[in-house]
């Protein structure tokens, strides 16, 4: 079993819908959780990350976690053409290593 | 946010010629840096990781002697593919962290290498 599970999609929405993006991991001593957004053909580029359980809202983004059930969610509302990308979890333990951690990432279209 | 810049982006080599990419962070000094493949529709795969100074860490199943690892200054690391074969056409990712703030983790564009 892979340390982060996440569905690979893809995903389509139509513009303006509320996108709920998902992860699941196993290891327990994952502290920091991470979002990515992938352009194709382009490094990941670092959306917002989270440390233990809650929530954290940048704008149109809302991370949340909860690590009782290990469950990571990005929800992006109002969400625009521009939001298209893949858009990858990822966690790291943060004791002394920061080293990643990613699910396979999830291929969001947003339609006009 | 920081910027870490990576090249070649792209490039194209024939079987049993060697490859050399850099990674550089242009505003921070990054103590570690970490070197990616991703392979269409799949996540990053961590390849190897390097401190300033040290020899890098490779994760299993990654060989040493094929994938050349130099992290000689704390802005620049680079990765040679040696003796390139079509299997090793991929894309790669480097990333840099300052170790300051260990939750950002800068990526650069990345590499499409393609062997032929």
């Known amino acids: 079993q892979k340390e982060v599970e996440q569905d690979p999609g893809p995903l389509s929405v139509p513009e303006g819908a509320i996108v709920s993006l998902n992860c699941t991991y196993s290891?327990?001593?994952?502290?920091?959780f991470m979002w990515y957004r992938q352009y194709s053909r382009k490094g990941p580029e670092l959306l917002m990350y989270t440390y233990s359980s809650g929530n954290k809202e940048d704008g149109r983004f809302t991370a949340q976690v909860d690590k009782s059930s290990k469950y990571i969610s990005l929800f992006i509302r109002d969400s625009q053409p521009s939001d298209s990308a893949t858009y990858l979890c990822?966690?790291?333990?943060?004791?002394?290593?920061?080293?990643?951690?990613f699910g396979k990432g999830t291929k969001l279209s947003v339609i006009p | 946010g920081a910027v870490v810049s990576q090249h070649p982006s792209w490039v194209i080599c024939k079987s049993g010629t060697s490859v050399k990419i850099e990674c550089r962070s242009l505003?921070?000094?990054?103590?570690?840096m970490f070197w990616y493949r991703q392979f269409p529709k799949q996540s990053l795969m961590l390849m190897a990781t390097s401190n300033e100074g040290s020899k890098a860490t490779y994760e299993q199943g990654v060989e040493k002697d094929k994938f050349l690892i130099n992290h000689a200054s704390l802005t620049l690391s680079t990765l040679t593919v040696t003796s390139a074969h079509p299997e090793d056409s991929s894309f790669y990712i480097c990333?840099?962290?300052?170790?300051?703030?260990?939750?950002?983790?800068?990526f650069g564009q990345g590499t499409r290498l393609t062997v032929v």
């Open positions: 990333s840099a962290s300052s170790g300051r703030r260990g939750t950002e983790a800068f």
């Open positions: 290891n327990s001593a994952f502290q920091y």
């Open positions: 990822a966690s790291f333990s943060g004791a002394g290593s920061y080293q990643l951690t």
């Open positions: 505003d921070f000094q990054a103590t570690t």
